[in-house]
Structure formats: C-alpha cells, structure tokens
C-alpha cells in the first residue's frame, strides 16, 4: 500500500516534460543549418574568387592602358627630343606591356566572352606597338616629321582602338564584378540566416537537453529515494508479515522472516542448514516438488500449494504456501520466495463445518418425514431420503421441478408455499401427495421460511407428516366412534328405560311395599289392642315379632331406597368444613345414646371440598358404627382425625369397640353384607355401603383395618384439588 | 263443634282399604270419623269434585287428605284439577302417602298442595300423625269463608 502510494506520489510530482518536439526540432534546425552553410561556404569561396579574379582583371586592363600610354609617352617624348632616355624607357614600358598582358590574357581566360576578346586586344596592341615602334625607327632615322606624322594621327586611331576594346573588357569585367559582389552579398545574408538558424537550433538542443538533464536527475533521485523506501517497506513487511516467508537461495541458504519462525518452530539457524524438503510430510512432498519444477521450467509465475509442514515438535500444520521463483534481468533464477500461511484452524474448523454438515445432512435423511427445501418460485431446491420414498422418483428428478405437481391438488399446494411467504409459516397445511405409482398419501405440511445471512428470505422448509395410518386410524376411529355412538344410543335408551323402570320400582318399593308393612304392623296392633286380653303371653309376643320385622322392613326398605337415590343425587361443591360435620354428627348421635358413656374426641381435621349434606351421611353412618360397635365397651373410646398425605386428605375415625376379622374386609361396603349377626349388632348392611359410594362420587377411597377385639379404624381420603363431581353411577 | 261436625267433611282419596281403615282409625281419635268421606281413586274423587252436585260437595269439604298412588287418575292429576278450578282452587289438601320421592315432594308443592305427610310404617307413628293433622286442619286452621 505505502509503496503504491510512494510510486504515485513520484509520478505526480515529476510529470515526464513533452520535449520530444523542440528536441526534434532542434536537431533538425541544426542538420539544415550546417549543411546549408556548407554548401553556402563554397559558393561564398568561388564567389569571392570570382570578385578577386574581376578586380585582377580590372587591374591588368588599367596597366595595359598605362603601360600603353607609357610607352607612347615616352615613344612622343624620344620623337620630340630624340632622348634616348625617352627610347629606353619606351622600351621599358614595352616589356611591362608585354608581361602585364600576359597576365591579363591569363585572368581574361576565366570568362569565355573575354577569352575571345584577347586576340582582339592582343592585336590592337600590337598594331599600336608597331605605330610606336615605326615612329621611333623613323626618329632614329631623323625623319622627325614622319615620325610625327605616324605618332600624330595612326597611333592616335591605333589607341583610341585599344582604348574601345579595354573599355569594352573593363566593362565586362566591371559588370562580372556587381554580378559577383551582388551574388556574394546575397550569399553572405543567407549564411547569416543559416548559421542563426543554426545557432537557434543549437540553442534549442541546448535548452532541452538541459530540461532533459534536470527532468532525468529529479527522476533518478525521486527513484533512488522511492526504491529507499520501498526497501524498508519489504524490509518491514517481509519481517513483521503475519504470514511466514522465507528466501531461499538457490545453494539453499535460508533467510526466514519471524512468522515463519514462530510457526514452524526452527530457528534462522536451524532452517539456514536444513533442506527445504525435511519441512514438508512425505505424503504432500510431490506437489511441492512439481510446483517447484514447474516454476524452474517457467510454466508458472506462481504456484499456490496447500500442504502440510511440519513443525519442529512433530505436529503438522495446515499451510497454505505462495511459492515464487526470483530471476535476475538474464532470466536466471536466484532465489526461491516462500510465504506460508498457517490455516490449521481453519482446516480444523472447515472439517468441524464438514462434520457438522454431515451430521445436519444425516438428521435430515434419518427423519421420516418428507423434508423439501422449496425456492420462491416454487421448484425444489433439495429433499430428503423421505420424500424420494414418498414419490418414488429419483433425488435428482425432484430437484428443480415445480413443488405442486406431487400433489393430487397442486393448486391447494401453490397455495400452501405461498401462504408460507406471505405468513412466513403454514401449520397442518393438508395434502395429498401422489406417489408415481399413482397412489395417494395423506399428508400434513409444517413449513417455514428460511433466510440466507443477510437476511434475505431464501426459500421455505417443508416438512411433511405422513398421515395415512392417522387418517386409516381415524377413519376407523370414526366409524368406531359412529358405532360406540350408536351403541351408547341404545345403551342409553336401554339404561333409560332401565331407569325409569327402576325408577317406578322405587317408587313402588317406596309406596307399595310400605303399604302392606303398615298394614302388617298396623293390624297387629290392632289385633294386641282389640283382643289384646283374649290372647295369651306367647300370642302377644309373637304378635310382637310380626310388628318387629314390618318395621325393621320398613328400615330396609328406607335404606335401600336412600342408597339408589345416592346415584342419582347431584352434588354441590362447596368449601366443607369435616370438623364441624364430624363433631355435629357426634353430638347428634350421643343424644340417642343416654344410657351410655362415649368418649368422643376430635383432633383438628381438615377442612375439604365436597358435597356437605352427603359427606354429613358419611359422619353419621362412619359414627352411628363406631357408637353401635362399642355397645359393649364402657367408656366408648372414639377417636377422630385427619391428615395429609400426598394428594389427598386421609380423615379416620377410631374406636375401642367390637371390631371385624380382616378376612371378610372385602365383605364391609357391599350392601346388605354384614359381618355380625342381627342379634350381636342390628343394621341394615347398606350404611357402609353408602358411605363407599359417597366418597367414590368425590374421588376418594375408604377402607377398614381391625383386629376382632381390638376397636376398628375406618379410613377415607378426598383429594386436596378440588375435581369436578364424578357423575353417578347407576345401581 | 257440633255445627262444624254437622256440616264439614274430610275427602279422603286413598285406594288402599288398609290405610283408609287405619287413617279413620286415627281420625277416630279425633273424633272425627263421622265427617270422613272415603273416595277409592282419583276417578271418583273427580265425579265427586266436578260432577254433579259438584258445588254442594265442595261447600262441605273443610279438608282433602290425598294419596298419590291412585288407580285410574293419580293423586297429583286430582290435585292440579283442583288448583286449575275457581271454586275448588282454595281447599286445603294434605298429601298423605308412602312416598318419600323428592321428585313427588317437589311437583306436589309445584301444584300447590299445603302440605306433605309421609305415612310411617309404625303404626303408632301413623296413627300419632293421623290424628294430630286432623286436630290441626279441622280445628284450628281456618279457611276462607269461615265464619269462626
């Protein structure tokens, strides 16, 4: 990151100067600068030679003219005087003539106009020299006049010739000389031109080459100070890196950073003498080995390996190796570059994740119901065992199809999935799903949508009950519960009849049975009072035992009948104080006993939930007992209490009287049973029986424990929750 | 005493010959036995009650002693006949009868009888009874119309 950003703080800061142009330029202004100047020098030497052979030339042709004149100077001064200096300096003049012409014949070849003008001029001079010549003979010779004559006129003709023809050369040659000063100067403006093109090219390439200078140097230096940094950034990311790395040279040595050390557990020491190879298991070695001969053989840049290292104390390490191959600028390896990471953990926890993946995927096939994960579209997205079984097609021709076509109503099915992403859920949604034999199974949806991590709803689990034996057995259930009803019906009617029938049986044992018993005893009576004195003793006792048993009947009879009104009876729950029905109950039935003396004692009972005027019966029946059977026990003991066990409240009533035999304990709540004879003790054998139907009809249970002689202990419970009355049971 | 012995009568419904025997047996004791008109179901009672001569019965009834046990038209049947009249609808009757059902109780009273008595099997009992209601009806109750 901070090599990056180093890099790019480089570049902004030294943009690359455009100079390629003026660079270019330059060059070039300075190639046609110099060529052109070479080509001008040359033109500007042959110009100027030019001028200098034109001003030599002029130069000859005015000392022809003076030469000439000279020689006929002094040619006039020897006529006039007949000096002979005059002769001598003549002749002087003549050589100088002679040479001079020379001279300028040889200037004069250069242009060839002029060449052909020298024979012109040669011969005009010569014609002049011979005028001269003539005269001077003539002189010599005294003949003064002739001799003027000839210098008078003909040499006058003769040099005015002469001088036509130098002028006309002269004139040329003047001509050639403006020609060539022009053309030179013109050469020389244009050699200014190109040699300050010239220098401005140069100037150019001057300047560029300094900006390139200047750009170059604060490149380097910029480069010098980025590789600087970036150095110490490798430095330290190679030291502090969490992840191990390793230089290996190519002779082997070693150069490892911390993590690397840390992980493995070797010293730089130990490692710098180790082979690479000893680090790894056999088993992963291979694929190092190939990484590494790939990498030798350039097939790869870099191999990625995940393998297995060794630590130092002989654990292994999951590790996710980066293996490089450094080359030098020729492309010769130099140095191997290993980075390691130690994904242990994570190898560790991935294979957690795989167990756990396991065990989800195993619950999910183990459960016999059909389980199908379903997309919002409606395909299937995956199933389990279950649901291959329910349809009987194969996992992967499930998976994609549409959900509803399983079902014998896939509209009822579109439905249920999309009341789950609208709900979010479905309960007991119904269906029948359609095996691919074309059987149906009834079948109970539970679904719920599910989301993905970021909470976004990612399809809907469905589970599917197989209710066809629910529904065989409710069916069945049905059709029992049709025909239970129809048998209750009827049992009921029958049990109705039953009991209406009973009912006018009661009724007649109530009213006509009792009838003729008041008669019996009514008309004994009479008999004893009407004819009372005509019987005897025995008459009138027998009378008696016929009055006796009416009335005894008539106690059956009562009772009987208040045993079977017992079922019928309803009962009213209400809170029930048991102290006070106990000791009311007591005291009521003591006063019917005057003669006697009855200790009667009550702990503290507990008060109950019941129904007070049939639990009332109970005391009165429990105690009327306890006082019956202690007739002969002076004092009666009667002990009364209660107390609390589990559920319910135990109430007992304790006695010092008769007792039973335990052996007909079974005989004491069936009406009419009774296990003392009418003479010991008198009763009817249905009080007990009673008493045992009362504290059924309040869930309770009541029994007796004696031992002949020994008292008696009844015992009942009542649960301590109130329960609702339980219906009465038919006699 | 002698004008009421004279002119008011107990109606006696009872189909049973023994009861009826030992209710004026009891009734006897009271002196009452004169006055006693025994009816053997409710058939009768009915003929005696809306018949003919119907209202020169009823002016003389001071008491009906019913049984609910009838032949013919049970005792409740005569007593809601006798409740549904005008002019039989203020009689004082006495349920007398061997049924302890609470169920006759109840409809018994529903009707509107004024009173209930249960016939014991003793006979002393019954005859104690028997005698004591007659005493109280005959005599010390009064009924509308009375004079005294």
């Given amino acids: ?731 | 005493m002698t004008a009421i012995a004279t002119e008011m009568q107990v109606l006696l419904i009872e189909d049973n010959p023994a009861d009826a025997e030992l209710t004026m047996d009891a009734l006897r004791e009271s002196h009452l036995e004169n006055r006693v008109l025994w009816l053997k179901d409710g058939a009768q009672a009915i003929d005696h009650l809306f018949g003919e001569e119907a209202a020169i019965h009823i002016q003389r009834i001071k008491l009906i002693l019913l049984d609910l046990q009838l032949p013919r038209v049970n005792g409740l049947e005569v007593l809601r006949r006798i409740r549904n009249e005008t002019q039989t609808r203020r009689l004082p009757v006495v349920i007398l009868t061997s049924s302890q059902e609470e169920s006759d109780v109840i409809r018994a009273y529903d009707l509107g009888t004024n009173s209930y008595l249960v016939k014991p099997v003793d006979y002393d009992s019954f005859i104690t009874i028997v005698k004591e209601l007659g005493l109280y009806w005959m005599l010390l109750n009064k009924s509308p119309g009375e004079s005294k």
């Fill in chain 1, 1 to 731: 990151m901070d090599a990056i950003q180093a890099g790019k703080r480089a570049k902004t800061a030294l943009p690359t100067p455009r100079l390629t142009v003026p660079l270019l330029t330059a060059g070039f202004l300075v190639v046609i600068g110099v060529t052109a100047s070479w080509r001008q020098g040359d033109d500007a030497i042959r110009l100027a030679l030019a001028v200098a052979n034109n001003q030599a030339k002029l130069q000859a042709l005015s000392e022809i003219e003076r030469d000439v004149r000279e020689s006929e100077s002094n040619a006039r001064g020897y006529i006039i005087t007949g000096n002979q200096a005059f002769a001598d300096q003549q002749h002087q003049a003549n050589q100088e003539l002679q040479a001079t012409f020379k001279r300028a014949s040889q200037l004069l070849h250069d242009s060839p106009s002029q060449a052909a003008s020298i024979e012109t001029l040669n011969n005009a001079i010569s014609s002049k020299q011979a005028l001269i010549q003539s005269s001077i003979a003539l002189r010599k010779q005294g003949n003064i006049a002739a001799a003027k004559e000839i210098v008078n006129w003909p040499s006058i003709e003769a040099m005015r010739q002469l001088q036509t023809i130098l002028d006309h050369l002269q004139g040329q040659s003047n001509n050639q000389l403006e020609a060539n000063k022009r053309k030179l100067n013109q050469a020389s403006l244009w050699a200014r031109s190109l040699e300050f093109v010239t220098g401005a090219g140069l100037l150019g390439l001057l300047i560029s080459s300094g900006l390139m200078y200047q750009h170059q140097s604060k490149t380097i230096q910029a480069a010098t100070k980025l590789i600087g940094e970036s150095e110490s950034l490798f430095r330290s990311l190679f030291e502090q890196a969490a992840m191990g790395r390793a230089l290996r040279s190519m002779q082997g040595e070693c150069q490892a950073n911390q993590a690397y050390i840390s992980m493995l557990g070797y010293s730089q020491r130990e490692l710098t003498s180790m082979d690479a190879k000893a680090l790894i298991i056999p088993e992963d070695l291979d694929q190092w080995e190939c990484a590494k001969a790939d990498l030798l053989a350039k097939k790869l840049i870099a191999a990625r390996l995940s393998l297995r290292y060794k630590h130092k104390f002989g654990s292994h390490l999951w590790i996710e190796e980066s293996l490089q191959l450094l080359r030098n600028s020729d492309g010769e390896p130099i140095q191997w570059i290993s980075t390691i990471l130690d994904i242990s953990k994570q190898k560790r926890l991935e294979a957690e994740r795989r167990e756990l993946a396991l065990y989800t995927r195993s619950l999910i096939e183990a459960n016999p119901d059909t389980m199908i994960n379903i997309k919002q579209d409606g395909t299937i997205q995956d199933v389990n065992e279950a649901m291959v079984m329910a349809t009987g097609m194969e996992r992967k021709q499930l998976v994609g199809q549409d959900f509803s076509s399983y079902f014998s109503d896939p509209e009822k099915a579109r439905m249920g999935y999309q009341k789950v992403f609208a709900d979010g859920y479905v309960k007991d949604y119904g269906l029948q799903m359609r095996h691919r034999s074309g059987s149906l199974i009834d079948v109970l949806f539970n679904a719920r949508i599910f989301r993905n991590e970021t909470g976004v709803v990612a399809g809907i689990i469905a589970v599917a009950r197989d209710i066809s034996e629910r529904k065989r057995l409710e069916r069945e259930l049905n059709n029992l519960n049709e025909s239970l009803e129809k048998r209750v019906t009827e049992r009921t009617a029958e049990l109705k009849a039953a009991n209406e029938e009973l009912e006018a049986f009661s009724y007649s044992v109530s009213h006509d049975l009792r009838a003729p018993l008041r008669a019996v005893d009514g008309f004994s009576r009479k008999v004893m009072l009407a004819y009372g004195d005509k019987l005897d003793q025995e008459g009138l006792r027998l009378l008696g035992v016929v009055r006796q048993n009416a009335v005894r009947m008539g106690k059956l009879i009562d009772d009987l009948l208040a045993f079977s009104r017992l079922g019928r009876r309803e009962m009213h729950f209400v809170a029930v104080s048991m102290q006070d029905l106990a000791e009311s109950s007591a005291t009521e039935l003591i006063e019917l006993e005057p003669g006697r003396q009855i200790n009667f004692s009550c702990e503290a009972i507990a008060p109950c939930q019941g129904d007070p005027a049939m639990l009332k019966e109970v005391w009165m029946n429990l105690l009327s007992n306890a006082i019956k059977f202690t007739r002969h026990n002076n004092p009666a003991q009667i002990h009364v209490g209660s107390r609390i066990e589990g559920e319910s409240t135990i109430y007992w009533i304790q006695d010092n009287g008769a007792g039973f035999d335990m052996a007909y304990a079974d005989k004491l709540f069936g009406v009419f049973q009774r296990l003392h004879s009418q003479e010991e003790f008198e009763g009817s054998g249905v009080g007990l029986a009673l008493s045992q139907r009362i504290i059924h009809r309040h869930h309770g249970r009541i029994w007796g424990e004696s031992q002949i002689g020994q008292g008696a202990t009844f015992s009942f419970t009542l649960p301590l929750q109130r329960l609702s009355p339980s219906l009465g049971d038919h006699p």
